[in-house]
T-cell receptor
Framework: DVKVTQSSRYLVKRTGEKVFLECVQD?????MFWYRQDPGLGLRLIYF???????EKGDIPEGYSVSREKKERFSLILESASTNQTSMYLC?????????????FGPGTRLTVL | GENVEQHPSTLSVQEGDSAVIKCTYS??????FPWYKQELGKGPQLIID?????GEKKDQRIAVTLNKTAKHFSLHITETQPEDSAVYFC???????????FGAGTRLTVKP
């Protein structure tokens, strides 16, 4: 079974803090994604990566950055957390050669910024 | 870019009844339409998908239909059970395109 794990289930941070969200997948997937999930808005793509050290902006990259130094690990960084970044963050991965793009999701990190 | 709309946002049915969730998409180039189920405290999980070369696909109590002309697709769950209660997301993407667009989600509640 594909397993995608996220470093924290719940996280509380203060405005202005630098926040790191970590994601690890164990199935040697090339593609990794970070989404933000908000009620009524569904899943919105923040960034994705199709290879080590490669990244592409999604729909809402402002205020976020990412890092992919190893194939299995994809980090989301909030440079200076703000209250409007309070949300559920979901990491996902998929095979490069999977033409129909099934994505496997982690359990999510619920981030609260005070 | 692709835009996916999903209705209804909430749906409540009695156990044993059927549930239908509908989605529309805007980009006629989209050719892959997965459905994900998100249970409480978990990430979304693929439950069924359909490709643009077929109009219907069924897996036990779950079926998905696709109307390419009208650019809409639907999820049908028959004989609903309490364990079907979850949030369901539709999505659309193009072949080998990692830019998958999700609908806003439908919270399905199945009352025993």
């Amino acid at each position: 079974d594909v397993k995608v794990t996220q470093s924290s289930r719940y996280l509380v941070k203060r405005t202005g803090e630098k926040v790191f969200l970590e994601c690890v997948q164990d199935m040697d997937h090339e593609n990794m994604f970070w989404y933000r999930q908000d009620p009524g808005l569904g899943l919105r793509l923040i960034y994705f990566s199709y290879d080590v050290k490669m990244k592409e902006k999604g729909d809402i990259p402002e205020g976020y950055s990412v890092s992919r130094e190893k194939k299995e690990r994809f980090s989301l960084i909030l440079e200076s957390a703000s209250t409007n970044q309070t949300s559920m963050y979901l990491c996902a991965s998929s095979l490069q050669g999977n033409a129909y793009n099934e994505q496997f999701f982690g359990p999510g990190t619920r981030l609260t910024v005070l | 870019g692709e835009n996916v709309e999903q209705h209804p946002s909430t749906l409540s049915v009695q156990e044993g009844d059927s549930a239908v969730i509908k989605c529309t998409y805007s980009d006629s180039a989209s050719n892959y339409f997965p459905w994900y189920k998100q249970e409480l405290g978990k990430g979304p999980q693929l439950i069924i998908d359909i490709r643009s070369n077929v109009g219907e696909k069924k897996d036990q109590r779950i079926a998905v239909t696709l109307n390419k002309t009208a650019k809409h697709f639907s999820l049908h769950i028959t004989e609903t059970q309490p364990e079907d209660s979850a949030v369901y997301f539709c999505a659309a993407s193009m072949y080998n395109n990692n830019d998958m667009r999700f609908g806003a989600g439908t919270r399905l509640t199945v009352k025993p």
